[in-house]
């Protein structure tokens, strides 16, 4: 059974319905990515998984509980963290602060082990550890949200957009980082709109578009699919050129 | 002549820190409040008397030690503290995400709640004590005189001295050291990051509401025990001083609104040299607009941590 499954997922913020039925399921240890354009609610589906925002209908079930409309702070305690949207990090607090709060659900004699283990995956977050976390660079901001979701001992990370804005070369850099938080034990979900990055690294992967599943499948067959590639891979292009 | 000059100017010095220090008191309860919900708890003054009240009826009472006064008043002023934010705050709080939770409608409805508040406890008060000053037994005011060669102080103004430095530093304490300040400071700068890292921020903000009001009980009692007065209106004004120091000091930055109370205790108090007394309310009125005009985000609010 999967770590985390949806089935019928849906959100109405207003009266506008966001996500018409998502059904998404992330076995343990693997990475799947979610990609799709702007505006198709995948960002929603992140919050609505992490207790944000509620869902209408359908089921949210993780590690074989229901968490669906589960507040955001009893979403953390099951072991299920994100590195959201925009960051969120704590702009005016230092990087240690910043961490810290990230282990605020686990107790308090196991922050310095994991504080260790957060900085050994990002050295460049070291020599930083007292700097206003609102100074780092945008990937270093990443690196610094990532390591902030880790401290909470997630058994599944949610990844929200982590290359938003990211030189490629930061990017890739983070990405490698994805896989080495999985091969150490964690199963990883990642939204994404750069789809060329994340199914590099995912094992299975969504499509999603307008609120619904619109495409799924292993991530290397994605990659070949010509809708995929025509809507995401810049396929335009690529038959021009 | 200089010398009792000097002398008369550095008495006044020492009132003004104590009275600086009692406004810096009431000030952090309105900038923890104003740090998390971006609203000003015009209710807060009367939590400053309802401490007043609570420490003369415990006084009355049973008479028990100093400390044990205050620190009861300190748990009376959070319970309030907590009522007021279920009563004023939490209705009109609809979600908890941070467009919400700091937007136009809730600082504007909250204004109003908190101020309805404030007038309804007033006015209770009023009615159960009287509108009169109430006698406070002898043995409890904190009028025994020091004299320091040619000053002469009172032992309220060390305790207050001493009480402030010491909630002071506990506060900073608390925020910078242990979980619950962390996630004051947390909820502060990013609520919904706050939110992502497993923060619950109903609790976060209704632990802010009991920190904020026990400091303004404390400075309440140990106020009314040092002036001799104790009566329904007495939050008002420290209410606005401490509004002002708020302000002036950039609306969240505690260290600011601390320096901003201090500074307007002194200036008031040292003012007497050359006002009357009763223009000295002038004094932090004229502040306020001097700093709005020139600057206009307070004196220490540019880029500084909120809270």
């Known amino acids: 059974m999967a770590l985390l499954e949806l089935t019928d997922v849906h959100v109405t913020m207003g009266v506008q319905e966001i996500l018409r039925g998502i059904s998404i399921a992330v076995p343990e240890r693997a990475i799947v990515a979610v990609l799709g354009g702007n505006g198709v609610g995948k960002t929603t589906l992140m919050r609505a998984i992490s207790g944000i925002y509620g869902i209408t209908a359908g089921s949210i079930r993780f590690d074989g509980q229901e968490i669906g409309n589960t507040p955001s702070h009893g979403i953390v305690r099951h072991g299920l963290a994100q590195a959201p949207e925009g960051r969120q990090i704590f702009g005016t607090m230092t990087v240690r602060e910043n961490l810290i709060l990230g282990g605020i659900t686990v107790p308090q004699g196991e922050i310095s082990g994991l504080l260790e283990k957060s900085l050994e995956l990002f050295p460049v977050l070291k020599e930083r550890l ?48 994805v896989k080495r938080i999985r091969d150490e034990g964690a199963t990883i979900l990642i939204v994404e709109q750069n789809a060329k990055a994340a199914l590099k690294v995912a094992d299975t992967a969504y499509v999603v578009e307008g609120g619904k599943v619109a495409v799924e499948g292993k991530a290397a067959d994605l990659a070949k699919d010509q809708r995929v590639i025509d809507a995401y891979l810049g396929g335009a292009a690529h038959a021009k050129g | 002549m200089p010398d009792i000059f000097d002398a008369y100017f550095a008495q006044q010095v020492i009132n003004g820190i104590s009275l600086g220090l009692v406004y810096a008191l009431v000030a952090i309860g309105f900038t923890l409040i104003f740090g998390i ?186 106020v009314g025990l040092y002036d001799g007065n104790i009566y329904p209106y007495m939050g008002f004004a420290p209410g606005i001083k401490a509004f002002v120091a708020m302000v002036m000091g950039g609306l969240s930055s505690i260290p600011g609104a601390v320096i901003c109370a201090l500074l307007l205790g002194v200036s008031e108090s040292v003012a007497t040299d050359f006002l009357s007394s009763g223009w000295k309310d002038l004094i932090a009125y004229g502040l306020l607009v001097v700093t709005l005009i020139f600057f206009p985000q307070g004196l220490f609010g540019h880029g500084r941590e909120r809270v």
């Open chain 2, 37 to 222: 919900l971006n609203v000003v708890n015009f209710a807060h003054g009367e939590i400053y008397t309802v401490g007043a009240f609570a420490g003369l009826l415990l006084i009355v009472g049973a008479a028990p030690p100093l400390l044990a006064v205050v620190l009861l008043v300190m748990a009376v002023g959070a319970a309030a503290g907590v009522g007021l934010e279920r009563l004023a705050f939490r209705p009109i709080r609809r979600f908890s995400d941070e467009a919400s939770l700091k937007s136009r409608a809730m600082r504007e409805a909250t204004l109003l709640s908190s101020l309805a508040v404030s007038i309804v406890a007033r006015e209770v008060m009023a009615h159960v004590f009287g509108g009169e000053m109430r006698i406070i037994p002898q043995a409890a005011l904190l009028q025994d005189v020091i004299t320091l060669g040619p000053l002469t102080l009172t032992n309220g103004n060390l305790i207050i001295f001493g009480a402030s430095v010491v909630m002071l530093g506990g506060l900073q304490f608390m925020l910078y050291r242990t979980r619950v300040g962390l996630s004051i400071r947390a909820v502060s700068n990013n609520v919904l990051g706050a939110r992502h890292v497993g923060i619950d921020t109903n609790r976060t903000i209704v632990a802010t509401f009991a920190i904020g009001s026990s400091l303004g009980a404390a400075a309440g009692i140990l």
């Open chain 1, 130 to 177: 007292n700097q206003k976390a609102g100074s780092l660079s945008g990937g270093e901001q990443q690196m610094l949200c990532i390591g902030r979701a880790l401290m909470a001992k997630p058994k599944l990370l949610l990844l929200d957009e982590p290359s938003l804005g990211l030189a490629p070369k930061v990017v890739k850099q983070i990405f490698d980082l």
